[in-house]
């Protein structure tokens, strides 16, 4: 009986984030009230708190989903003991642009966060997290690069904290371009020579270096 209660109340989270994603993509997150995606989820506003403390709480929750399938890369390149931190990047950052044009789901999540959430009055919240983990990324990315330079696949006088934020300001630019006008360019079929640009620029550019 516990057993069915729990997956119960996993069905009815889910439920939930399902109608917040659909309701966040056509209206807008700041347009799309706790109650609109109760009625589209069928359930009651109680259920939604007893899942999520605010609509900050549950657009975390949507984007906290969408990390855990790249975290193994992740740290595979944050580690000391990766022999090829360079191609964990690759591999990571290939994957990552073939994911968000492919799978509707990924896609979706990131349209929303892109062009429709606006970070006001409660999205205050969010807008904390969204600059938390962006610093974070920041700092993961440095430390990819470092043992990159390490490994000796890029130059010894890179200066990984300046190319750690160009590269992910280049990520961001291309998702977000890409998101808002799908025909301009091919995102996956050419996923690997964006990221081979990208990566000539770290080993390239006289601008990086310290």
């Known amino acids: ?7 119960e109340a996993q069905e009815t989270r ?6 917040a994603q659909k309701a966040f993509y056509e209206r807008g997150v700041s347009r799309t009230t706790l109650a609109d995606i109760a009625a589209l989820a069928g359930v009651t506003r109680g259920a939604i708190y007893w899942h999520f403390s605010n609509k900050a709480d ?16 992740a740290r595979a390149s944050e580690s000391e ?6 191609g964990c990047m690759h591999k990571l950052l290939v994957h990552l642009f073939h994911q968000v044009a492919l799978d509707p789901t990924t896609r979706r999540i990131n349209e929303i966060m892109f062009h429709k959430c606006e970070f006001t009055d409660e999205m205050c919240d969010i807008r904390r997290q969204r600059q938390a983990a962006s610093l974070d990324c920041n700092v993961r990315i440095d430390l990819s690069l ?10 010894e006088n890179l200066d990984t904290a300046r190319a750690a934020v160009v590269l992910h ?9 890409w998101l808002l006008v799908p025909d301009s360019f091919e995102l996956h079929q050419q996923a690997e020579k964006w990221v081979d640009a990208c990566f ?5 550019s006289p ?4």
């Open 81 to 86: 003991q990766e022999l090829d931190p360079l």
């Open 200 to 204: 000539d620029m770290l080993r390239l």
């Open 146 to 155: 470092r043992n990159a330079v390490n490994r000796g696949q890029l130059p």
């Open 58 to 73: 549950l657009v975390q929750a949507m984007l906290d989903s969408l990390h855990e399938p790249l975290d193994e890369l």
């Open 169 to 177: 300001a280049y990520i961001d630019g291309m998702l977000g371009q």
């Open 207 to 210: 601008a990086l270096r310290k």
């Open 1 to 7: 009986m516990v057993r069915r209660t729990k997956e």
């Open 14 to 19: 889910s439920q939930i984030l399902e109608a």
